[in-house]
């Protein structure tokens, strides 16, 4: 059995010593993750709680990841605001709440994290647990733009190309498309592709639309999928065949 790990321990350890074992993984580094947490390291509970969430290293268990993500959260750790958000809004481990994911949410963007800024922009396009408020949302997507946020870049590029509250703009939105590809959003790459091909730029768009599958969900891909198959364009349209687009 793993030994115990001492507070004085933890209150000595180097910061890089830390990223060195939770980078290799094991039972050593879940024993140190697990020591940290509960002596009270904020950073050392959402960690836990994400990986008890996704069973990274251990086994998955959502109701216990939102007791760390709450412990967290009580210690002003934003990305574990944020997370409580998600549990909440998805039913992860407790029941889904949209009003209380709203709050998470709220906590997380006013603490300035760009995922909360962005999450709550989304509720407030849906009208999900808070009243519809498509001009707030858009200055929230502004926000995390302007802190590098990928997704909420291509969510601007939507704005411009389709004239949401505010006249279409087919080069801004085409420009914020190529940034968000950039950055590694996988619809800003989709959109970005479907530009250039539009565009006649057949080799460039098809090159973008091979990165999809590495970070894009299977119920995008499943979407994709269909559109690559309606192509009038053979290189595009023989994608779909390929394994990366099956999974």
């Known amino acids: 059995m793993q030994a115990a790990v001492s507070v004085a321990q933890l209150r000595t350890m180097p910061a890089t010593d830390w990223s060195a074992m939770l980078a290799e993984g094991g039972a050593e580094a879940l024993a140190w993750l697990e020591a940290a947490?509960?002596?009270?390291?904020?950073?050392?509970q959402?960690?836990?709680?994400?990986?008890?969430?996704?069973g990274e290293g251990v086994a998955a268990d959502p109701p216990q990841a939102v007791h760390w993500f709450r412990q967290a959260?009580?210690?002003?750790?934003?990305?574990?605001?944020?997370?409580?958000?998600?549990?909440?809004e998805n039913g992860w481990g407790v029941a889904a709440d949209a009003q209380l994911a709203v709050?998470?949410?709220?906590?997380?963007?006013v603490a300035g994290l760009d995922w909360g800024m962005?999450?709550?922009?989304?509720?407030?396009?849906?009208?999900?647990?808070?009243?519809?408020d498509r001009p707030a949302a858009l200055a929230l997507y502004r926000?995390?733009?302007?802190?590098?946020?990928?997704?909420?870049?291509?969510?601007?590029?939507?704005?411009?190309?389709?004239?949401?509250d505010m006249p279409v703009d087919p080069a801004q939105a085409a420009?914020?498309?190529?940034?968000?590809?950039?950055?590694?959003?996988?619809?800003?790459?989709?959109?970005?592709?479907?530009?250039l091909l539009e565009r006649g730029k057949v080799v460039q768009a098809v090159a973008w639309l091979r990165r999809i599958p590495a970070t894009a969900t299977p119920a995008f891909l499943a979407n994709l999928r269909g559109?690559?198959?309606a192509s009038g364009t053979p290189q595009v349209a023989a994608l779909a065949a390929l394994p990366p687009f099956q999974s």
Do not use: P
């Not at 947490?37 to 050392?44: D, L, P, Q, T």
């Not at 959402?46 to 996704?54: D, F, K, N, S």
């Not at 291509?154 to 411009?160: A, K, P, Q, S, Y």
């Open 73 to 88: 959260a009580a210690r002003d750790d934003a990305e574990a605001i944020n997370m409580l958000g998600r549990c909440l």
């Open 103 to 109: 709050y998470w949410y709220r906590q997380a963007a």
């Open 175 to 195: 420009l914020l498309y190529c940034q968000a590809a950039i950055g590694g959003d996988f619809r800003g790459q989709f959109n970005h592709a479907r530009l």
């Open 143 to 164: 926000q995390a733009a302007a802190l590098g946020h990928a997704k909420s870049v291509n969510i601007l590029g939507r704005f411009h190309e389709e004239g949401w």
């Open 227 to 229: 559109w690559l198959q």
């Open 46 to 54: 959402a960690i836990l709680a994400q990986r008890l969430l996704t």
């Open 118 to 132: 962005y999450n709550l922009a989304n509720l407030l396009m849906s009208g999900k647990g808070i009243a519809g």
């Open 37 to 44: 947490a509960r002596h009270g390291v904020s950073r050392a």
